[in-house]
């Protein structure tokens, strides 16, 4: 037989020795041997983690569990791929006619899954110089959208018009990161970034809730992550200063609108994001300070 042959010549069902013609023979073992063989081969395994399995002696199976484990994390990237260009399909099959350049052009620019390190590199672009690594990292965990395993085609083109939007030349030249985050600088950049973090956690729940902006424990954490960036205190006087320094600010509305499609799950409610978590909590400080005048 060919197959038997052929794990015979790579030295993975061994002869017991050769007939007067030159026949192959084989020992008692090797019926089973081939059986384990042509199983592990029925599992994908490829010949060299065949040859590990079988050279497995005395080790209770752990190189088996071992080479298992790992095509399963293959597996699993194979069909997170498969699963976004079925996705990526189906868009081009509900696009247009007239439009189907334009999605190609955005789908070819991506690859499946796709790789968030574009998004990564704006956001770095972005950060203030010098900003310590953690604090930058910690910022970049919360500002890049993790494509999701199981996309829908409005996920796919929303992560497109991203990387898009992250790598191409920005509408009136590079997006300038806001006076009231530079004047930080690098140290109070830190504390900054660390404070909005807290801030927009707390600011999630009310978020989903549908609840209207007001004040609370995420507008006071909001408003200490610019006080403590400055070196200064959360009085009244600083609410009402802060809130005209970020009204005059440039904002990257799009960028959070096309991050909430991305991280939200398909017919679920839109889940927050700092973009929008940020909206929230600037609405809340104007609606303190109106109260408080």
């Known amino acids: 037989m060919k197959t038997v042959r052929f794990y015979s010549d790579r030295g993975l069902l061994p002869e017991a020795g050769r007939s007067g013609g030159g026949h192959r023979r084989y020992g008692p073992q090797a019926l089973e ?17 065949v040859r590990r399995v079988l050279d497995d002696e005395g080790a209770a199976g752990r190189v088996l569990e071992e080479a298992v484990a790992g095509r399963l994390r293959e597996l699993g990237g ?18 247009p006619p007239g439009r189907r350049a334009d ?72 997006q300038p990161q806001p006076q ?42 909001y408003v200490a992550a610019y006080a403590s960036a400055y070196g200064g205190r959360d009085t009244r006087d600083f609410r009402r200063r802060l809130a005209g320094l970020l009204a005059a600010e440039p904002r990257l509305d799009r960028y959070w609108e096309l991050t909430a499609v991305v991280i939200t799950p398909p017919g679920g409610r839109p ?17 303190d300070n109106a109260e408080a005048a």
Not at 33 to 49: A, F, Q, T, V
Not at 121 to 148: I, S, T
Not at 271 to 287: F, H, N, Q
């Open 78 to 95: 194979e069909l997170r791929a498969l699963r976004w260009r079925e996705a990526a399909l189906r868009l081009v099959q509900e696009c």
């Open 33 to 49: 041997r081939l059986r384990l063989i042509r199983s592990l081969r029925g599992l994908d395994l490829p010949l060299p983690e």
């Open 271 to 287: 889940e927050p994001t700092p973009g929008s978590a940020d909206d929230w909590l600037r609405a809340a400080l104007d609606a």
């Open 180 to 221: 009231v985050h530079r004047v930080a600088g690098p140290g109070g950049s830190a504390l900054l970034y660390t404070g909005l973090a807290e801030a927009f956690e707390l600011a999630g729940p009310q978020l989903r809730r549908e609840r209207a902006p007001r004040p609370g424990e995420a507008l006071d954490a």
């Open 103 to 174: 999605l190609l052009r955005l789908l070819g620019a991506i690859d499946s899954p796709p790789s968030t390190a574009a998004l990564a590199r704006f956001w770095r672009a972005w950060l203030p110089a010098r900003m310590p690594a953690r604090a930058a990292a910690a910022f970049l965990d919360v500002a890049v959208p993790q494509p999701p395993a199981d996309p829908d085609p409005a996920q796919v083109l929303a992560f497109a018009r991203l990387h898009a939007m992250t790598t191409g030349p920005c509408p009136g030249g590079p």
